[in-house]
């Protein structure tokens, strides 16, 4: 359904409150072109309130794989949307991984435990635009026009403490504000918020692209690690496999653009399978960097941070998916059946996953086997947060409740 403005739904909001059975009547705008803010949506519908999802104008990712861990699939499966991914994506039951110190005939092979519920999908992102068009966008409303900024309110005195009217501003491009109960953005800089730089290690660059179809491709999913670099290889099927490449801020990393320095900066990582670089065509790089801080709050005067905006992530984690997956079905739980004071509802929402998050770093390994003898505290950490995902084929032990939806 779309909607040129958030005033004209009343002729839809009979249809609300269908899934969950939220009886509160708020109106909240979604800003944002990626996965969370679609499933933000979805989940925020399913809880009886009434989403407007509209884009910020960014140029969103319609290529590569996107994967999603147990909790995020169980959480999936709330809004019938876990069958679908299965269904179209492929399950990760196995992992090689090598690294750099390492002669190229020393790989190793794991697998998981026969499941029955595997614990990783990955899914191409066109197929998962594909579900999310007929499961969310067709349910929920939409709107054309861009969000250009967003105002919450800074009035903290008693009168808006106990004030249940729309406080938080969106301005679009067409010079129009409008007021919502709540927004939430999947990217910080709508939130004037301070980083905690002390736990970043910089900037984060990344370079992602498909197998060249001339080149044999692996059939596992595959790390390789270096002392400051990792490559990861995940295949979808047989016949749709997609690398990406990491590494951390420095002058080398920031001027690696051609074929010819990839393979320079990281073809010794290949040594143990076949050699992407020589069939790699430069137009199908995608290229990316992302910064790896902490924002201090993540939730406040009426707008709320999801996905890659309320925290930190390294490209190729493999947890950032389901992280953003938790965001969306918390907050709709905050804002349906939380607090009856939106500011309290989104205070409730940031603690709970606050929560979360130290959960996770406190299950992180502190170092791990598979790793070069001397290699870099960022590519320590990077590995530590994909063992969590894959911890049911790695010799490790995480906590159930670490890999739970009860969150």
């Given at each position: 359904?779309?909607?040129e ?42 809880a ?46 196995e ?41 969310i ?5 939409t ?26 501003c ?44 001339e ?28 690398v ?6 420095d ?37 990316g ?25 390294v ?29 309290e509802?989104l ?15 406190s ?5 791990t ?5 001397d ?33």
């Amino acid at each position: 359904m779309n909607t040129e403005s958030s005033n004209n739904q009343s002729d839809t909001t009979a249809e609300k409150g269908s899934g969950m059975g939220g009886d509160r009547d708020r109106q909240i705008l979604i800003a944002g072109d990626g996965v969370t803010a679609t499933l933000t949506a979805g989940f925020v519908e399913q809880a009886g309130l009434d989403p407007l999802l509209a884009s910020v104008g960014a140029d969103p990712i319609r290529t590569g794989i996107v994967v999603f861990w147990k909790p995020g699939l169980q959480l999936l499966e709330r809004i019938g949307l876990r069958r679908p991914i299965e269904r179209h994506g492929s399950p990760l039951t196995e992992l090689m991984y090598h690294n750099i110190t390492e002669s190229a005939d020393q790989i190793t092979k794991v697998n998981e435990p026969t499941p029955t519920d595997p614990s990783l999908i990955a899914i191409g992102r066109s197929d998962l635009e594909s579900i999310f068009e007929w499961s969310i966008r067709k349910r929920v409303d939409t709107t054309d026009r861009i969000v250009s900024t967003v105002t919450g309110t800074t009035d903290t005195g008693p009168e808006h403490i106990s004030s249940s009217s729309p406080t938080a501003c969106a301005s679009f491009n067409d010079n129009v504000t409008e007021r919502f109960d709540a927004i939430v953005a999947e990217h910080r800089g709508v939130l004037t918020t301070a980083t905690d730089t002390e736990r970043s290690y910089g900037n984060v660059h990344t370079w992602s692209f498909r197998w060249p179809a001339e080149t044999s491709a692996p059939v596992h999913s595959i790390e390789l690690w270096g002392e400051q670099i990792a490559a990861f290889i995940i295949p979808i099927g047989t016949d749709d496999v997609w690398v990406r490449l990491v590494a951390r801020n420095d002058t080398s990393a920031g001027a690696t653009i051609t074929v010819s320095d990839l393979e320079s900066r990281f073809g010794t990582l290949f040594n143990p399978i076949e050699d992407p670089f020589d069939q790699l065509n430069q137009h199908d790089i995608q290229y990316g960097r992302v910064s790896d801080s902490h924002p201090i709050s993540i939730a406040m005067n009426g707008i709320a941070l999801v996905g890659a905006g309320a925290r930190s992530g390294v490209p190729g984690d493999r947890l950032c998916p389901t992280l953003g997956c938790e965001d969306a079905w918390v907050l709709a739980d905050e804002l349906a059946y939380g607090p009856e004071v939106v500011e309290e509802a989104l205070s409730e929402y940031e603690q709970r996953r606050r929560q979360r998050m130290k959960q996770l770093v406190s299950a992180v390994p502190v170092s791990t086997s598979r790793l070069p003898t001397d290699c870099s505290v960022f590519v320590k950490r990077l590995a530590g947060r994909r063992t969590i995902a894959f911890g049911n084929m790695l010799e490790c032990s995480v906590p159930a409740s670490i890999q739970s939806s009860s969150i």
